[in-house]
């Protein structure tokens, strides 16, 4: 079972998570303008990558947020997990031990990741 | 009753304390501190059962967890009968009730022996080759008959009485072994109070090899006594927990580590209060596998006869137990450990022979040892044959010739014969943690290599047999600092000749030299698989079983490895191994089961109005995790009886449901209908506040996911519904859009499902039930019409009243907080006893709805079905320019493709329900194969529809999907049944009150 550090709540087993797929696939503004090709290619194309790959997870059993991970799936090891709308880290700047076991919690703000407002 | 085998002054078990255990009826002194192979040794009893295929006799063989062939049923009394436990891991008590298994009528005289005398039909894969003909032979007679001969032991048949526990374990250096390596590493680790360390070791006590060593000294110590100080001072330290009788079963990702802790299985009278074993789940910053390793049985022709057993196990039985396992010894050996065994032996007053395969000039300094202790060798000698029904009684030896023939032979006289074909350490771990493993060709084994996680291995299972090297690997893994290493005075040494088989002078077609002792595998099997084309080891494995019995082989791997390596003129290392997997031997299910039994299984959610529902005799089905009320039989009625009253009821007068369930979801924001716009298909923007509107929400994929009906309380506030079993899925889809990609949007999204009590009341009298009770809400049809939503009081409670309809008749559903469901439920009901209301359950619940051709998620839809799929294509807005979903349904194959659609079937024959899930053919005699056309989704008999010829009430109805169905109305087709065919028409997919009148007045 992996050990995933919620941003939010700190590191927690994996059965409180849901993993929701490759991450940063961004949703067209306007889907209706694209061609079915296009579509096909956002909806069903994932790059499945042998490696760091950036992955969506939701703590569906925690504090329900959505946040990214970046997961080696050749290790399983989870080099570093970063909030919704922060870019993609650069796996060399990334100073978390994979699989350590600290504990600490992330700060627990009701940030709206793109609009950077207050939650209602 | 004595013990004949059991020898003076030797041992570990505790003399004062005898006991009695049974064996097959026979009544088996010993002593505690005995497992019940020493016990069953010390009194002579060398054969214990019977092999799995042939049915030979067979014996102990090992003294630990790798023992391929003394399984027995173990029973403790009151329920406590397992088969297939190791006499060797078992703990001898006073009491105990062993027997032998796999054999009829007894172990002594078995039928199944007979399978000896036909082994050549029983060759590698046998089973792949005959039983072919006739064709009909194999369901009637073969396999009827295999499955009766196949499998190890009875499975107990009364349920497990014990209890099981798990617990989280979190340690800096969990230690896997507690043989010296592990002791070291132990020791140095916990030097740092700071550092919490767990060491657990799947015996008794805590030693390992050492607990049998009577001949090394660390630091002028004896090997026990530097055990026994080591035990102490990891005792006196608080940081460390040490866990005897304490298999680590399994390595996982990120050092999460499974041990199975045997709690009880040791005392004769446990107290009630103490679990049977304890699963740990351990998160170990590090893991040090000091888990030893496996001595290597040598394969010669019938080398599993009772007495032939591992030499290092006969030196444990001597020198832990005090047992002599035979009194005339012969060791066969290719290396230099089972020296110590025959030095061991002698010095117990045994007489022994060593035959060594080696030449001379290839035996190291152990051979001056032996010599020293008057014990004959016999070198460049190899062992031709055994003699002996159920118990060893001579072996057949012969002179290796300069050629490399074999000699002359002659028979040696003896009660048990000690192996050693070398050493193969214990990685299993490592491997299962994903380490790399490397061969290392100087003492033939496969050794941890790079590591996967952050473990690291010490003393034997990396290949480091001396014991002063354990120790020192130990204490440097542990942390400990170089240099300060124990003088340790050794033992014979470790050294030894790879052999993968004893060369014999002869070659009857009946001989057999086992590799794998628990599956009956010979090294003729795994030539004949070779020579059958198999070349990968893992396909090897899986056409002999070598290796894939419960002891995964861990006495038998190396030995096949090597003979297909020998046979394809390969190396070990490019035959590669076959994968270790958890668990590392065999664990209860009751361990992986722990305290989810029973009604903690699986959480059960029950509603406030649980009790009530019960206590009028309601039968529950499980919905998700709720408990839901399916029908409330009145007295004797079976199950259609009550569903076809209720059905009744409410299209007749009123009846009442418990829709709890339902999973409920408050959206708020000022952004909160522009949110919902976005989610579901059809638009919220206009929908005023105090109106209702069934909504469809799509996967991004276009395919119907959930649906429900929302309501609008305030400009910004929604209160949505969402199916039963998927209130979770949508909550997460809906904070999945929200978090991610509409993260512009000020809303927020709470669970309500469990806050908020549901009571509907559906029929004609609704109206009449519920107005009496409310005197802050007009109740008029004109002011509180169908599809509206009030805010007021019910029987002095607050509510939300919606005026809704799942059934098609006028009916609210009132929402009130959950812990006044039950009160308000029974103000309902007791206003309703003036009109007759019924309680109905789900099963009514779908009747209604399907009279009705309402969907259900789930059941009318697979997760390939669009929203035009159902008939529901009114719902998707056409002005929207967005919502999730919606491109999607431009797709090529959801636009032009012949998609099937849900219609309704009569059956022609109103009596016959349809099977839901029968397929649906035009042609019933088509041959295979058959064009499926599409199947039934619903069906059920329902009271309310007439008859074609309008006579009578009463008639079955379905639903269904078929290919094109709204193009096929009135056309017939058949549906598959048990018995064959039932001819149905195809109609719309409504069966009554086709205008929905009926809700609105």
């Given at each position: 079972?992996?050990?995933?550090?919620?941003?939010?709540?700190?590191?927690?087993?994996?059965?409180?998570?849901?993993?929701?797929?490759?991450?940063?696939?961004?949703?067209?503004?306007?889907?209706?303008?694209?061609?079915?090709?296009?579509?096909?290619?956002?909806?069903?194309?994932?790059?499945?990558?042998?490696?760091?790959?950036?992955?969506?997870?939701?703590?569906?059993?925690?504090?329900?947020?959505?946040?990214?991970?970046?997961?080696?799936?050749?290790?399983?090891?989870?080099?570093?997990?970063?909030?919704?709308?922060?870019?993609?880290?650069?796996?060399?700047?990334?100073?978390?031990?994979?699989?350590?076991?600290?504990?600490?919690?992330?700060?627990?703000?009701?940030?709206?990741?793109?609009?950077?407002?207050?939650?209602? | 009753?004595?013990?004949?085998?059991?020898?003076?002054?030797?041992?570990?078990?505790?003399?004062?304390?005898?006991?009695?255990?049974?064996?097959?009826?026979?009544?088996?002194?010993?002593?505690?501190?005995?497992?019940?192979?020493?016990?069953?040794?010390?009194?002579?009893?060398?054969?214990?059962?019977?092999?799995?295929?042939?049915?030979?006799?067979?014996?102990?063989?090992?003294?630990?967890?790798?023992?391929?062939?003394?399984?027995?049923?173990?029973?403790?009394?009151?329920?406590?009968?397992?088969?297939?436990?190791?006499?060797?891991?078992?703990?001898?008590?006073?009491?105990?009730?062993?027997?032998?298994?796999?054999?009829?009528?007894?172990?002594?005289?078995?039928?199944?022996?007979?399978?000896?005398?036909?082994?050549?039909?029983?060759?590698?894969?046998?089973?792949?080759?005959?039983?072919?003909?006739?064709?009909?032979?194999?369901?009637?007679?073969?396999?009827?008959?295999?499955?009766?001969?196949?499998?190890?032991?009875?499975?107990?048949?009364?349920?497990?009485?014990?209890?099981?526990?798990?617990?989280?374990?979190?340690?800096?250096?969990?230690?896997?072994?507690?043989?010296?390596?592990?002791?070291?590493?132990?020791?140095?680790?916990?030097?740092?109070?700071?550092?919490?360390?767990?060491?657990?070791?799947?015996?008794?006590?805590?030693?390992?090899?050492?607990?049998?060593?009577?001949?090394?000294?660390?630091?002028?110590?004896?090997?026990?006594?530097?055990?026994?100080?080591?035990?102490?001072?990891?005792?006196?330290?608080?940081?460390?927990?040490?866990?005897?009788?304490?298999?680590?079963?399994?390595?996982?990702?990120?050092?999460?580590?499974?041990?199975?802790?045997?709690?009880?299985?040791?005392?004769?009278?446990?107290?009630?209060?103490?679990?049977?074993?304890?699963?740990?789940?351990?998160?170990?910053?590090?893991?040090?596998?000091?888990?030893?390793?496996?001595?290597?049985?040598?394969?010669?022709?019938?080398?599993?006869?009772?007495?032939?057993?591992?030499?290092?196990?006969?030196?444990?039985?001597?020198?832990?137990?005090?047992?002599?396992?035979?009194?005339?010894?012969?060791?066969?050996?290719?290396?230099?450990?089972?020296?110590?065994?025959?030095?061991?032996?002698?010095?117990?007053?045994?007489?022994?022979?060593?035959?060594?395969?080696?030449?001379?000039?290839?035996?190291?300094?152990?051979?001056?040892?032996?010599?020293?202790?008057?014990?004959?060798?016999?070198?460049?000698?190899?062992?031709?044959?055994?003699?002996?029904?159920?118990?060893?009684?001579?072996?057949?030896?012969?002179?290796?010739?300069?050629?490399?023939?074999?000699?002359?032979?002659?028979?040696?006289?003896?009660?048990?014969?000690?192996?050693?074909?070398?050493?193969?350490?214990?990685?299993?771990?490592?491997?299962?943690?994903?380490?790399?493993?490397?061969?290392?060709?100087?003492?033939?084994?496969?050794?941890?290599?790079?590591?996967?996680?952050?473990?690291?291995?010490?003393?034997?299972?990396?290949?480091?047999?001396?014991?002063?090297?354990?120790?020192?690997?130990?204490?440097?893994?542990?942390?400990?600092?170089?240099?300060?290493?124990?003088?340790?005075?050794?033992?014979?040494?470790?050294?030894?000749?790879?052999?993968?088989?004893?060369?014999?002078?002869?070659?009857?077609?009946?001989?057999?030299?086992?590799?794998?002792?628990?599956?009956?595998?010979?090294?003729?099997?795994?030539?004949?698989?070779?020579?059958?084309?198999?070349?990968?080891?893992?396909?090897?494995?899986?056409?002999?079983?070598?290796?894939?019995?419960?002891?995964?082989?861990?006495?038998?791997?190396?030995?096949?490895?090597?003979?297909?390596?020998?046979?394809?003129?390969?190396?070990?290392?490019?035959?590669?191994?076959?994968?270790?997997?958890?668990?590392?031997?065999?664990?209860?299910?009751?361990?992986?089961?722990?305290?989810?039994?029973?009604?903690?299984?699986?959480?059960?959610?029950?509603?406030?109005?649980?009790?009530?529902?019960?206590?009028?005799?309601?039968?529950?089905?499980?919905?998700?995790?709720?408990?839901?009320?399916?029908?409330?039989?009145?007295?004797?009625?079976?199950?259609?009886?009550?569903?076809?009253?209720?059905?009744?009821?409410?299209?007749?007068?009123?009846?009442?449901?418990?829709?709890?369930?339902?999973?409920?979801?408050?959206?708020?924001?000022?952004?909160?209908?522009?949110?919902?716009?976005?989610?579901?298909?059809?638009?919220?923007?206009?929908?005023a506040p105090g109106r209702c509107r069934y909504g469809l929400m799509l996967k991004e994929d276009g395919y119907i996911m959930d649906d429900g009906v929302v309501a609008r309380l305030a400009d910004d506030r929604f209160h949505v519904t969402t199916t039963t079993g998927g209130a979770p899925r949508v909550l997460a889809h809906m904070e999945n859009y929200l978090q991610t990609e509409f993260s512009d949007l000020a809303v927020s999204l709470t669970s309500i499902t469990e806050q908020w009590a549901v009571i509907a009341v559906q029929g004609p009298k609704a109206r009449d039930v519920v107005a009496p009770l409310i005197d802050d809400i007009d109740m008029s049809n004109e002011a509180f019409g169908h599809m509206a939503v009030r805010e007021g009081h019910i029987a002095g409670v607050p509510c939300r009243l919606f005026r809704v309809s799942f059934t098609g008749e006028a009916g609210y559903e009132i929402n009130v907080p959950a812990d006044y469901g039950l009160s308000v439920w029974?103000?309902?009901?007791?206003?309703?006893?003036?009109?007759?209301?019924?309680?109905?359950?789900?099963?009514?619940?779908?009747?209604?709805?399907?009279?009705?051709?309402?969907?259900?998620?789930?059941?009318?839809?697979?997760?390939?079905?669009?929203?035009?799929?159902?008939?529901?294509?009114?719902?998707?807005?056409?002005?929207?320019?967005?919502?999730?979903?919606?491109?999607?349904?431009?797709?090529?194959?959801?636009?032009?493709?012949?998609?099937?659609?849900?219609?309704?079937?009569?059956?022609?024959?109103?009596?016959?329900?349809?099977?839901?899930?029968?397929?649906?053919?035009?042609?019933?005699?088509?041959?295979?194969?058959?064009?499926?056309?599409?199947?039934?989704?619903?069906?059920?008999?329902?009271?309310?529809?007439?008859?074609?010829?309008?006579?009578?009430?009463?008639?079955?109805?379905?639903?269904?999907?078929?290919?094109?169905?709204?193009?096929?109305?009135?056309?017939?087709?058949?549906?598959?049944?048990?018995?064959?065919?039932?001819?149905?028409?195809?109609?719309?997919?409504?069966?009554?009150?086709?205008?929905?009148?009926?809700?609105?007045?």
């Amino acid at each position: 079972m992996l050990l995933i550090d919620c941003p939010f709540c700190g590191t927690r087993p994996e059965l409180e998570f849901h993993c929701g797929g490759e991450a940063h696939i961004r949703r067209p503004e306007r889907p209706g303008d694209l061609d079915d090709e296009e579509w096909a290619a956002f909806l069903f194309y994932r790059s499945n990558t042998k490696g760091l790959q950036a992955e969506l997870w939701h703590h569906s059993h925690g504090c329900q947020r959505w946040f990214n991970a970046l997961r080696n799936t050749v290790t399983d090891d989870i080099e570093v997990t970063y909030r919704m709308g922060q870019a993609r880290p650069d796996p060399a700047e990334v100073t978390t031990q994979p699989g350590s076991v600290d504990g600490t919690a992330g700060d627990v703000v009701w940030v709206m990741a793109d609009a950077g407002g207050e939650r209602p | 009753m004595t013990q004949p085998n059991r020898l003076p002054g030797r041992g570990r078990i505790d003399r004062s304390k005898p006991i009695v255990m049974r064996f097959n009826g026979r009544e088996v002194p010993a002593y505690e501190g005995d497992t019940v192979a020493s016990a069953l040794l010390a009194n002579g009893i060398v054969h214990v059962g019977r092999s799995f295929k042939y049915h030979r006799p067979r014996g102990i063989v090992a003294a630990g967890s790798e023992e391929p062939n003394a399984l027995l049923d173990i029973d403790r009394g009151s329920g406590r009968r397992e088969p297939n436990n190791r006499a060797t891991v078992v703990e001898a008590l006073d009491g105990l009730v062993a027997r032998s298994q796999n054999h009829w009528p007894s172990l002594a005289y078995d039928l199944g022996a007979i399978n000896d005398l036909v082994s050549p039909l029983l060759s590698a894969g046998f089973y792949y080759k005959t039983f072919m003909w006739p064709a009909v032979g194999w369901k009637r007679v073969y396999e009827p008959f295999i499955r009766r001969a196949a499998g190890l032991g009875n499975a107990p048949v009364e349920p497990d009485p014990d209890e099981y526990i798990h617990q989280h374990g979190h340690a800096d250096v969990l230690v896997a072994g507690a043989g010296p390596a592990g002791l070291a590493a132990a020791l140095a680790a916990s030097e740092d109070d700071t550092c919490r360390v767990i060491i657990a070791d799947e015996q008794a006590e805590f030693g390992g090899s050492l607990l049998h060593d009577l001949t090394s000294t660390i630091d002028g110590k004896s090997a026990a006594a530097w055990v026994a100080e080591a035990v102490a001072r990891l005792g006196t330290r608080d940081n460390v927990r040490m866990l005897p009788r304490t298999t680590v079963a399994a390595y996982f990702n990120h050092n999460h580590i499974a041990l199975a802790e045997r709690l009880t299985d040791h005392l004769a009278s446990p107290p009630a209060s103490l679990a049977r074993e304890r699963l740990w789940q351990v998160r170990a910053g590090r893991v040090i596998v000091a888990s030893g390793a496996h001595e290597r049985p040598l394969v010669f022709t019938n080398n599993d006869r009772p007495g032939i057993m591992l030499a290092e196990s006969i030196r444990l039985y001597i020198n832990r137990y005090g047992i002599a396992p035979g009194r005339n010894i012969v060791i066969a050996t290719t290396g230099a450990s089972a020296y110590q065994a025959a030095v061991d032996a002698k010095a117990a007053g045994l007489f022994v022979t060593i035959v060594d395969y080696r030449r001379r000039d290839d035996i190291g300094s152990e051979r001056q040892r032996a010599t020293q202790a008057g014990i004959e060798i016999l070198d460049n000698h190899t062992i031709v044959d055994t003699d002996g029904r159920t118990a060893l009684s001579s072996v057949t030896v012969a002179p290796m010739t300069a050629s490399g023939g074999v000699g002359d032979a002659r028979e040696i006289a003896c009660d048990a014969l000690g192996m050693s074909g070398g050493w193969t350490p214990v990685v299993h771990l490592v491997s299962q943690s994903r380490a790399k493993l490397t061969f290392d060709e100087r003492i033939d084994a496969f050794l941890p290599d790079r590591a996967f996680q952050c473990e690291s291995s010490a003393g034997a299972c990396r290949g480091t047999y001396v014991l002063g090297d354990c120790l020192r690997e130990g204490h440097e893994t542990g942390g400990g600092s170089a240099g300060e290493a124990a003088t340790v005075e050794g033992t014979c040494g470790t050294s030894f000749a790879a052999v993968r088989i004893l060369p014999t002078n002869g070659g009857r077609a009946r001989d057999k030299a086992f590799v794998d002792f628990q599956n009956d595998v010979t090294a003729k099997d795994i030539r004949l698989a070779v020579q059958e084309g198999f070349q990968s080891i893992e396909h090897v494995k899986r056409y002999t079983t070598t290796g894939m019995a419960t002891d995964q082989g861990k006495t038998s791997n190396m030995n096949a490895l090597g003979l297909v390596a020998n046979a394809l003129e390969l190396t070990p290392p490019d035959v590669g191994t076959t994968t270790f997997r958890p668990p590392y031997t065999p664990t209860t299910f009751g361990a992986f089961a722990g305290a989810a039994r029973g009604d903690l299984f699986d959480p059960a959610r029950k509603t406030p109005m649980h009790d009530w529902a019960a206590d009028k005799g309601a039968v529950f089905e499980d919905v998700s995790q709720w408990k839901r009320a399916w029908y409330f039989p009145e007295s004797r009625e079976t199950m259609h009886d009550a569903v076809q009253r209720e059905c009744r009821a409410v299209r007749q007068s009123v009846g009442i449901f418990d829709g709890s369930t339902l999973g409920k979801i408050e959206v708020a924001g000022p952004d909160a209908a522009t949110f919902l716009n976005r989610i579901y298909t059809n638009s919220w923007l206009k929908l005023a506040p105090g109106r209702c509107r069934y909504g469809l929400m799509l996967k991004e994929d276009g395919y119907i996911m959930d649906d429900g009906v929302v309501a609008r309380l305030a400009d910004d506030r929604f209160h949505v519904t969402t199916t039963t079993g998927g209130a979770p899925r949508v909550l997460a889809h809906m904070e999945n859009y929200l978090q991610t990609e509409f993260s512009d949007l000020a809303v927020s999204l709470t669970s309500i499902t469990e806050q908020w009590a549901v009571i509907a009341v559906q029929g004609p009298k609704a109206r009449d039930v519920v107005a009496p009770l409310i005197d802050d809400i007009d109740m008029s049809n004109e002011a509180f019409g169908h599809m509206a939503v009030r805010e007021g009081h019910i029987a002095g409670v607050p509510c939300r009243l919606f005026r809704v309809s799942f059934t098609g008749e006028a009916g609210y559903e009132i929402n009130v907080p959950a812990d006044y469901g039950l009160s308000v439920w029974e103000a309902v009901f007791a206003e309703g006893r003036h009109h007759d209301i019924t309680p109905y359950g789900t099963e009514t619940m779908h009747v209604l709805r399907a009279e009705k051709g309402f969907i259900i998620v789930g059941q009318e839809t697979d997760g390939t079905v669009t929203p035009d799929d159902v008939g529901l294509g009114g719902l998707v807005s056409k002005v929207k320019e967005d919502f999730v979903g919606k491109r999607s349904l431009q797709r090529p194959d959801v636009v032009d493709g012949r998609r099937r659609q849900l219609v309704g079937l009569l059956t022609l024959e109103p009596d016959v329900v349809l099977d839901e899930g029968a397929q649906l053919v035009a042609n019933k005699s088509e041959d295979a194969p058959v064009s499926m056309l599409g199947h039934v989704t619903s069906s059920y008999m329902s009271p309310n529809v007439r008859r074609d010829d309008g006579a009578e009430p009463g008639r079955s109805i379905a639903l269904g999907l078929v290919d094109d169905g709204r193009a096929r109305q009135k056309s017939r087709l058949f549906a598959t049944t048990k018995d064959g065919f039932a001819e149905v028409e195809v109609v719309p997919p409504v069966f009554f009150d086709a205008e929905g009148a009926r809700a609105n007045v």
